[in-house]
C-alpha cells in the first residue's frame, strides 16, 4: 500500500495544487512536518471536556445546505475552522482552504480525526478510503473507481466482508502518530473504528443515556446529501474533492485540536498562527455550540474569540440549529436541522451593537440569505 502510495504521490500532488487557492498573499506553510504537526496539536490545545454524545457522524441532515450560500458570496481560502468529525471535510472542499483547524472540547474527536487521518494515509481513492475506514477488503483492482458514484462506493461497502488485515493496517498506521498516545488512547480509536466496521454506512449519530431520534441521518444518506443548488456537494461526491482533502491531511494541515470555543488557548492560538501566517478565516464551522455556550454563560468569551480572527468581507460563520423555531426562514421541508450562513463582520458587528442577547438573535439576526 505505502509503494502505490509513493508511485501516485506526483499525480496527486498535482491535482492538490491544482485545485488549491491561488494567491500571492498566501503565507501558510505548503506542509507540516510530522514533528511540527504534533507540537502544534499539543501548544494549541487545551484540557479536554465532556459532551454527552459519540459524535463520531455528524446529526445535521441539512449540513450541505450552506455549501450553496457560501458558494454565492465567494467564500474560499484562507484558514478553515470547524467542530466535530468529518463534515468538516466537506466544508472544507467548498471553500478549498490552504489550512484547517479541527477544534473541539472532546479529546475524543481528537482521536477519532486521528483515525481518518490514517485512513486518508493508506488511500489512493475513495473507495480505499471508506474500506479502510469501515474495515473492508478494497477491491483488487480500483480502476475505474474513480469515476463511480458515491452510491456505488456505498454498494461495495455493504457488501464487501469484514477484512482483519484491513483493521490491523489501519490500526498500525494510527501508531505511527506523531501525537503521543497512551493505551487509553489507541483503545478508544480502536473502538471507534470498531464501531464503524460492525455499522456499516448505517451507522448513526449516537446519544448517552437517550435513545437515537429516528430522523438522525446515517452515513449512507450523509455522503449521498445535496446543497440548496441540488449538487452532491460532500467530499466523497468526487475523487477531485477527496483528493484535495487527502491532500491537506497528507500535508499535515487538517490539525485537529482539543477546544472550548470559549477557552483561552485554542482559538487564541489559531487566531495568532493565522496572523504569523498572513492569513484570513474563510469559514468558522460553530454546529450548534453556541447554543450551549448562551445556557453556560460561555457566548460572550466566544465572541471575543472570533472577534480577534483575522477575517475579510467574505469570511463566514457556518451555524445549525435543532428544534429551531417555529417558521425559520431558512428551515427546508423534511430537513430536521436548519443550516444557515452569517458574515462574520456581521456577527462581530451585531454582538458590538448588543443584538445578540439570546439565542433566539443569534439564529434570525443578520443572516445571508441563501
Known sequence: MRRAAAFFAPVLTTLVLACAPQGTDAQAPSALSDSAFAALVGRLSESGGFFDTDNLISNEDSYLHPVSTLRKIGTSGGVYVGVGPDQNFSYI?????????????????????????????????????????????????????????????????????????TRTRLLAEVRRSAIALSAGDLATIARFHDTFIAAGPALRFNTFGRAPQPYYPDYRRLARERDRDGRQAGF??????????????????????????????????????????????????????????????????????????????????????????????????????????????????LRKSGRLVRYYDLVTAGLVTP
Open 93 to 165: 472542499t467548498a471553500v478549498r482552504p490552504r489550512a484547517a483547524f479541527i477544534v473541539d472540547i472532546r479529546r475524543d474527536n481528537v482521536l477519532e480525526h486521528l483515525l481518518f487521518k490514517a485512513a486518508f494515509a493508506l488511500s489512493r481513492n475513495r473507495v480505499e478510503y471508506l474500506s479502510a475506514l469501515f474495515g473492508r477488503a478494497a477491491p483488487r483492482d480500483t480502476t475505474g473507481w474513480s469515476a463511480k458514484p458515491v452510491d456505488s462506493l456505498l454498494n461495495y461497502i455493504e457488501a464487501a466482508r469484514d477484512d482483519t488485515s
Open 236 to 349: 466523497l461526491a468526487t475523487e477531485e474533492a477527496f483528493q484535495f482533502v487527502k491532500g491537506l491531511e497528507d500535508r499535515n494541515l487538517v490539525i485537529p485540536l482539543v477546544g472550548d470555543f470559549a477557552g483561552d488557548r485554542a482559538l487564541a492560538g489559531v487566531a495568532a498562527w493565522m496572523k504569523q501566517h498572513g492569513e484570513k478565516l474563510s469559514a468558522l464551522y460553530t454546529s450548534n455550540v453556541e447554543q450551549y455556550l448562551f445556557r453556560n454563560g460561555g457566548f460572550d468569551a466566544f465572541a471575543n474569540n472570533v472577534a480577534v480572527l483575522p477575517r475579510d468581507a467574505r469570511s463566514a460563520i457556518i451555524r445549525s440549529c435543532f428544534n429551531c423555531f417555529a417558521g425559520h426562514p431558512q428551515a427546508v421541508d423534511g430537513y430536521h436541522a436548519v443550516m444557515m450562513v452569517q458574515l462574520a463582520d456581521r456577527f462581530v458587528d
